[in-house]
């Protein structure tokens, strides 16, 4: 069930919750001004048991804040849940104007976070902040608390789509090759255009990229079937090679999808399919 913009108010949500959750997998309210207030129902519900059947909670841009966020989380944590997909994206408990925070990406990479959970998408607005050194810092805070982690996390699904500079394409790439990312099924990753740092990092990107596609010839990843690589400075047909290693080496059984992208956006330079992997380089 969807609620999308302004459709329901806080005496609405009231009414709505306790009665409509006990029957609901997919729960998805966006755009509507809810707030601590309008959201308490919905925390309560969950908290008197009456969401045993939801998969999926997004919660986007409800004016969710830290009070908020901290009663719904313990109403998760004090009741066995199913749910595999949780959403909080611009809501201002995140920080940065609505996205991830240091503090909570630490918390995501160290496991912190209900252990049914299998996707996560980091989406930090890398067009919102161009220069803002936080972008990739949260990944890199993400990233380091995964590698100090006891075991690795379930999460299926990371779309980094925020500006991966060097250090955080290689703690990627210590990621995979100590088996931290063996449950990952789609990985996008987006590096930092040029004009976001010096053109010594331009090379740094370049090598930390080929870096991490070589770390697939030493680890499988055995459940990735969508690779994506956007904002490749140079190398790409270098990058290609290590990804067809790792193919020929069996370290990629299931990949279907491949897609390259340099720096700037353009048409498909070279695109084709073969033994069920479709390849796609762009300019």
């Known amino acids: 069930m969807t609620f999308a913009k302004d459709s329901m108010g806080v005496e609405e949500a009231r009414e709505v919750f306790p009665v409509v959750l006990p029957s609901l997998e997919n729960l998805c309210v966006k755009d509507t001004r809810l707030s601590n207030k309008g959201l308490r129902p919905l925390s309560a519900s969950i908290k008197e048991g009456k969401a045993s059947s939801l998969l999926s909670l997004k919660l986007e841009n409800v004016d969710l804040n830290h009070i908020g966020l901290n009663t719904l989380s313990t109403a998760i944590s004090e009741r066995p849940l199913k749910i595999e997909t949780l959403s909080l994206c611009e809501n201002v408990c995140l920080g940065n104007a609505g996205y991830l925070s240091l503090h909570?990406?630490?918390?995501?990479?160290?496991?912190?976070?209900?252990?049914?959970?299998?996707?996560?998408?980091?989406?930090?607005?890398?067009?919102?902040?161009?220069?803002r050194p936080s972008v990739p810092e949260v990944l890199e805070a993400f990233l380091s608390e995964i590698l100090k982690a006891q075991s690795g996390p379930k999460f299926e699904i990371l779309d980094l789509d925020s500006g991966c500079d060097g250090k955080t394409l290689m703690l990627l790439g210590d990621a995979i090759r100590r088996g931290n990312f063996g449950c990952v099924r789609k990985l996008s990753l987006v590096g930092l255009a040029s004009s976001?740092?010096?053109?010594?990092?331009?090379g740094i990107v370049t090598g930390s990229f080929m870096n991490l596609t070589s770390a697939l010839c030493v680890k499988a990843l055995c459940r990735l079937s969508e690779l994506t690589l956007r904002g490749v400075q140079r190398s790409d047909i270098e990058i290609l090679g290590l990804v067809g290693e790792a193919i020929q080496l069996g370290h990629l059984p299931e990949l279907r999808v491949f897609e390259v992208t340099e720096k700037r956006g353009g048409g498909i330079v070279e695109e084709g399919?073969?033994?069920?992997?479709?390849?796609?380089?762009?300019?």
Do not use: M
């Open 104 to 131: 909570a990406a630490r918390l995501l990479g160290g496991g912190e976070c209900p252990s049914v959970l299998r996707t996560l998408s980091l989406r930090l607005g890398v067009k919102s902040f161009p220069d």
């Open 196 to 202: 976001a740092r010096s053109e010594s990092n331009t």
């Open 273 to 283: 399919e073969g033994g069920g992997l479709k390849v796609k380089r762009r300019a």
